[in-house]
Structures are given as C-alpha cells and as structure tokens.
C-alpha cells in the first residue's frame, strides 16, 4: 500500500508528498475491519492541518462511491482534477469534469460516480460550513522584506 511521504516539518508549517496524481490509486483508505476504499487518501494528519481536512481519491472507470452520505457540520469543497464523471446532491445529478469545482453544504446528500473511460480523480477539501466572514477574504500580510531563495 502506498505511504505518505514527509517532506519537510518546521514552527510554522509541515510539508507532505502524497505522489503523482496516477498513484492516488494505489492507496487504500481502511476504516474498519470490513470497510475498505481503494484509491483513497486523507492527508490533514499528515501536513499538521488544523482548520480543514481534506483527501484525495481516484476513481477507476465504473466506479463510484456506493452510498450517499452527509455531515453533521462540515461543508465540502470538491475539485476535479482529471477524468469525467457525474455528481448527486438531494437527487440532482450533472456532469463533473476536470476544472470541476462542486460546493456541498453539510446537510446535501451525496455522491460521486465515474461514468467515463479514464480515471476521474479529486480532491476534496472539508472544513466547519458557515465560518467564513468576508473580512477572512483580507486576511492576508504581504510583507515588506525580499524573498530569498
């Protein structure tokens, strides 16, 4: 099974390599004894994340997520990244496809399904709904001191 790679760990920041996008396949996402998801990977404990999880999963051809599911508080950002397939939320269903970006509130039901003839591959980006103000859009410092390389 594919591992996640460190790449770099300090004060301010952890950094970790999970692949090429062509190897999210070889990892297995296990939570339980019975309940296996190949292609799958969580990456927040790995990078330190504290306001957000997120994950990557690929999708072979065929394959889908075989059941819908919720949250109780989280909101979801999907990002397509390669491939085609089709989305559901509440019973709505269209089209994604690489440059894709699908917004999930907690209470939408979902699900994810590659009805296309190459991998459809995700990232799926999952923090608290409902938490961000638009003075968060100017949170940002740029400093005044050179960057070195």
Request: aromatic share 10%; net charge negative.
């Amino acid at each position: 099974m594919k591992q996640i790679q460190t790449i770099g760990k300090g004060a301010n920041y952890s950094a970790a390599d999970f692949g090429k996008l062509d190897e999210v396949k070889d990892y297995v996402l296990e939570l339980g004894p019975d309940i296996k998801i190949p292609g799958k990977v969580f990456g927040g404990q790995a990078t330190g994340a504290t306001g957000a999880e997120f994950s990557f999963q690929v999708f072979a051809p065929g394959q889908e997520t075989g059941f819908l599911h919720t949250h109780r508080n989280h909101e979801e950002l999907y990002f397509f990244l390669r491939g085609k397939g089709e989305f559901q939320v509440d019973g709505e269903i269209f089209p994604v496809e690489e440059g894709s970006v699908v917004r999930v509130a907690p209470e939408g039901r979902r699900s994810v399904r590659n009805n296309g003839t190459d991998p459809l591959v995700m990232l799926c980006v999952q923090y608290r709904g409902a938490t961000f103000t638009p003075e968060d859009s100017t949170d940002g410092v740029i400093l005044g001191e050179p960057v070195k390389w």
